[in-house]
């Protein structure tokens, strides 16, 4: 299956973290904060603005991006857990 998003809609993938602290102390699931960053999966077509002209958007699939860690709704899609969020949400792309 294979999703859309609408206008200014993102999706992403969030990024598994590290489950071991550098000390070698194991996290478990429970604990653990959900992560931050992530990997874009499918990006809509751009905000439309006021004037009805649509304004593309500044990430595009495949970039590695980070976002607030209670943003947008969280999805499951054949059994995988994806993120929608706006392109507001997005707080900056990583580049390696």
């Not at 751009?46 to 649509?54: F, R």
């Not at 590695?64 to 857990?81: I, M, N, P, S």
């Amino acid at each position: 299956m294979e999703i859309r998003p609408l206008h200014d809609r993102i999706i992403v993938k969030r990024l598994d973290l590290e489950t071991k602290t550098a000390s070698g102390i194991v996290i478990p699931d429970t604990a653990a904060e959900k992560p931050d960053q992530g990997e874009v999966k499918a990006v809509g077509i751009g905000k439309v603005l006021d004037d009805g002209k649509v304004r593309m958007l500044d990430v595009k699939v495949g970039d590695r991006v980070l976002f607030g860690k209670y943003a947008g709704q969280t999805v499951k899609v054949e059994g995988e857990e994806l993120l929608v969020v706006r392109e507001d949400d997005i707080m900056g792309v990583v580049e390696t």
